[in-house]
T-cell receptor, first 115, second 112 residues
Framework: AQKVTQTQTSISVVEKTTVTMDCVYE???????LFWYKQTASGEIVFLIR??????ENATVGHYSLNFQKPKSSIGLIITATQIEDSAVYFC????????????FGLGTRVSVFP | GGIITQTPKFLIGQEGQKLTLKCQQN?????MYWYRQDSGKGLRLIYY???????QKGDLSEGYDASREKKSSFSLTVTSAQKNEMAVFLC???????????FGEGTRLSVL
């Protein structure tokens, strides 16, 4: 069964710096999809970025990028030039291509950006 | 752009009561999901549906029923509300199972 682990419960950073958060996953499938979401203080859940397991290049969208290390089953999220509004809980999720029922989520990492 | 609408936004029930949550999407997405989020926790899959009239159980399906009578709507029923239960139920939809689901704003459930 697929499993997603986010070990960092919270991270604090100063505005305009870079924050990196970790995510490791377990899967029995050779093909899978990895996603990062952000949950704001209002509870809204927003899709940020995805990485397909067969792609070697790290995905980048705006100031979000991924550090995909397939041999380590790791998919880190990097946010550069952080802004106050990046303060949120960030969830890593995965879906196996063949076996999965739906996305399995990690427990989330709370990021606080301070001026 | 489209939207996912969940009703009601807040739901207060009594122990043992049967409660129904509704979700509508106008993205024309095939796949719809129901997730539960407990305070400070991640999201756990209750049910999902890959097309009209299809239902697939997630890890948390016990105590819930679901219905997908139309492509655009997906409802979830709590068959017997548990005392002091508090959670947010999130509906999501995607075009196919490999696309990133988009989420509604949630229904916040409290059981007295």
């Amino acid at each position: 069964a697929q499993k997603v682990t986010q070990t960092q419960t919270s991270i604090s950073v100063v505005e305009k710096t870079t924050v990196t958060m970790d995510c490791v996953y377990e899967t029995r499938d050779s093909s899978y999809f990895l996603f990062w979401y952000k949950q704001t203080a209002s509870g809204e859940i927003v899709f940020l970025i995805r990485q397909d397991s067969y792609k070697k290049e790290n995905a980048t969208v705006g100031h979000y990028s991924l550090n995909f290390q397939k041999p380590k089953s790791s998919i880190g999220l990097i946010i550069t030039a952080t802004q106050i509004e990046d303060s949120a809980v960030y969830f890593c999720a995965m879906r196996e291509s063949y076996y999965a029922q739906g996305l399995t989520f990690g427990l989330g990492t709370r990021v606080s950006v301070f001026p | 752009g489209g939207i996912i609408t969940q009703t009601p936004k807040f739901l207060i029930g009594q122990e043992g009561q049967k409660l129904t949550l509704k979700c509508q999407q106008n993205f024309n997405h095939d796949t719809m999901y129901w997730y539960r989020q407990d305070s400070g926790k991640g999201l756990r899959l209750i049910y999902y549906s890959i097309t009209e009239n299809d239902l697939q159980k997630g890890d948390l399906s016990e105590g819930y029923d679901a219905s997908r009578e139309k492509k655009s709507s997906f409802s979830l029923t709590v068959t017997s509300a548990q005392k002091n239960e508090m959670a947010v139920f999130l509906c999501a939809s995607s075009m196919g199972q490999n696309q990133a689901p988009l989420f509604g704003e949630g229904t916040r459930l409290s059981v007295l």
